[in-house]
């Protein structure tokens, strides 16, 4: 008798939690877009009975539900708490690590040899048309491993890089090396994903040897502070009370007045959005966040072109390239739709033009794709 009270009253509990909640989703309303997460949220699916019998419109459903749930943020602070209260390293994909970083975690069955080997023939297919460097920048699980959990695994990019050096050859531009060697200075963000100015400045050097020119005197001690809390993508996961970072900018970028076009419509002067300090998305005051075809004159006139393939790590590294070229054309392919070889003979001088492709190491392998 008493584990059925037991019973119903658990029972009832529960339902009356689910009508609390449900009904406080009816009052709260749908939001469009987290700022935590710096993420479209899902949007409540239209029904139909087609959608119903094939899965999408429950599938559609339970990510709404999900992602609208009432007090979602606190929810994801109280499961994370937990989580460090039961020691655990992992969390939603990212690692507790020492000195305060979160790191993401890479697993090493995400990336096989199959994959490798697609990403490397696209890579080659571009070498044999155009004058490329390959700038893969390894993810700071491999660089600051000191600082990663005991045992923690992470996919191996410095064997990747060794086959991506011995695809391109001549094109290929050592990051990891300068990365590890600077490990000790501050060239990721303890929050986010990306390198910071510093990391993207070693990246520069290692470029400009790689090409063979001399690199711009830009002084890593003279950085400006742009912003500061910059909680980034990594934080957004776990939703810890943390210190935020620092964001840094080389003043030398700005000797020269750029004029910048954004998707052919959006015009700039600076490399720099101050606008988006004020907001989540901090990183997006490098080049305006990202964008499908980005083209710059940087006001050095020395008649050279460039043109870049990307990711967003590319956005703090471009600015310290104009000093090298008159002209330089970003394309994100993630938000790109066009004929990619076409539109690179359209932009292309009679006297040719260099490519760059600079991606992070993960990024690369999951999203490198023109055909």
């Known amino acids: 008798m008493e584990d059925r009270r037991n019973a119903a009253f658990t029972a009832g509990l529960l339902a009356m ?3 609390i909640f449900t009904v406080a989703d009816l009052f ?18 239209e029904f ?11 599938s559609d459903y339970e990510k709404y539900v999900t992602d609208q749930f009432v007090g979602r943020d606190k929810w994801i602070t109280i499961k994370t708490l937990t989580d460090v209260i039961l020691q655990k390293k992992t969390i939603n994909g990212v690692y507790l690590c020492r000195d305060g970083y979160l790191i993401e975690q890479h697993l090493p069955q995400a990336y096989d040899g199959e994959l490798e080997e697609k990403r490397l023939d696209l890579l080659k297919k571009l070498a044999g048309e155009w004058d490329v460097k390959v700038m893969l920048v390894p993810t700071a699980d491999n660089i600051l491993t000191e600082k990663l959990p005991a045992y923690a695994l992470y996919y191996d990019e410095k064997a990747f890089l060794e086959k991506a050096a011995l695809s391109v050859g001549d094109g290929y531009v050592d990051v990891y090396g300068a990365m590890k060697e600077h490990c000790n200075e501050d060239i990721y963000y303890r929050t986010d994903h990306h390198w910071t100015s510093l990391g993207a400045y070693y990246g520069y050097l290692a470029w400009a040897e790689a090409v063979g020119v001399e690199p711009y005197p830009y002084d890593p001690e003279g950085m400006i502070t ?36 954004y998707d052919m419509t959006k015009k700039s002067k600076s490399y720099y959005e101050k606008s ?3 907001t989540k998305n901090k990183y997006a005051f490098f080049l305006d966040d990202n964008h499908g075809l980005v083209e710059i004159r940087t006001g050095y006139y020395n008649g050279n072109t460039l043109f870049v393939l990307k990711d967003s790590y590319a956005n703090c590294f471009i600015p310290l390239l104009a000093p090298h070229y008159q002209k330089i054309y970003v394309v994100d392919l993630r938000y790109f739709n066009g004929r990619l070889f076409d539109l690179m ?8 033009m260099d490519v760059l492709v600079l991606y992070n190491c993960i990024h690369f392998l999951e999203d490198f794709q023109y055909f």
Do not use: C, H, W
């Not at 469009?32 to 949007?43: K, V």
């Not at 932009?347 to 040719?352: A, F, L």
């Open 17 to 19: 939690i689910f009508l």
């Open 28 to 45: 709260n309303g749908d939001r469009l877009f987290s700022e935590t997460e710096n993420r479209l949220l899902a949007a409540k699916p």
């Open 48 to 58: 139909s009975v087609d959608a119903l019998f094939s899965g999408e419109y429950t």
């Open 226 to 261: 742009a912003g500061s809390g910059f909680k980034g993508t990594l934080y957004s996961k776990v939703n810890l009370d943390m210190q935020g970072d620092l964001l840094k900018y080389f003043p030398e970028t700005m000797d020269k007045t750029p004029v910048i076009t």
């Open 276 to 278: 988006y300090l004020d």
């Open 345 to 352: 003979r359209q932009y292309e001088p009679d006297d040719g």
